[in-house]
Each structure stands twice: as structure tokens, then as C-alpha cells.
């Protein structure tokens, strides 16, 4: 099983990116999918996850209202829509698949798969 993240990059402060996320080698159209994001010199965070069914988790506090989490069961993907980016949302942006499919969590541990990321940043 392979997670490929795409779409991250260089954008000025209040621009826009969609990250993609496909899984490969396995069919998670049941399995809750997340993202998560790693800055300089910071822990690990939680962003958003979604259920198969699109029941989401977000991580208000970090992102409010201005990132949205979305899948496409067809294509074993999910989305990261994110809008008014920061310079603090400068990050390696992760996303991650759990075998079970209650697991919609925003605790890392509760996933068993991972990209290796793809690299956001912001310049203010």
C-alpha cells in the first residue's frame, strides 16, 4: 500500500492550493483518510479526516474554517483544499489512511498508513 501526496508548493500569503492524496496497492474507499502537517521545529498536527461515508473531523482551531477536506472513493483519493494560507501554515503536509474503518480520528496514531509528504510554503 502506497499514499502519493501531490499539489503542494510555493504560494504568497492569502493564495490557494489543493493537495491530492491517492492510495495505491489497496481499495480504502471504506477506510477513513486524513491529513496531518509537520512545521519547522514542530510536532506533528492534525488538520481535517473523512469517513467513507464523508463525515469529517477538522481541526478548528488550526485551520477553521479556512481548509476543507474532501474524497473521491472511485479514485481512492482525498483532497485538502486550502484557502487564506498563512506563513505559518508553511509545512511537509501528510496524509494518511487506518485499516479500520471506525478509526475517524484525529490521532495519529490511529492510522496505520502514511505518504512521505509534500512540502507547503508560504511567503509572506
Known amino acids: 500500500v502506497q499514499l502519493v501526496e501531490s499539489g503542494g508548493g510555493l504560494v504568497q500569503a492569502g493564495g490557494s492550493l489543493r493537495l491530492s492524496c491517492t492510495a495505491f496497492?489497496?481499495?480504502?474507499?471504506?477506510?477513513?483518510m486524513g491529513w496531518f502537517r509537520q512545521g519547522p521545529g514542530k510536532e506533528r498536527e492534525f488538520l481535517a479526516t473523512?469517513?467513507?461515508?464523508?463525515?469529517?473531523?477538522t481541526n478548528v482551531d488550526a485551520v477553521k474554517d479556512r481548509f476543507s477536506i474532501s474524497r473521491d472513493n472511485t479514485d481512492n483519493t482525498v483532497y485538502l483544499q486550502m484557502n487564506s494560507l498563512k506563513p505559518e501554515d508553511t509545512a511537509v503536509y501528510y496524509c494518511?489512511?487506518?485499516?479500520?474503518?471506525?478509526?475517524?480520528?484525529?490521532?495519529?496514531?490511529?492510522?496505520?498508513?502514511w505518504g512521505r509528504g509534500t512540502q507547503v510554503t508560504v511567503s509572506s
Open positions: 494518511a489512511a487506518a485499516r479500520d474503518y471506525t478509526a475517524v480520528s484525529p490521532r495519529a496514531e490511529d492510522y496505520d498508513y
Open positions: 473523512i469517513s467513507w461515508s464523508g463525515g469529517k473531523i
Open positions: 496497492g489497496g481499495a480504502f474507499s471504506r477506510n477513513p
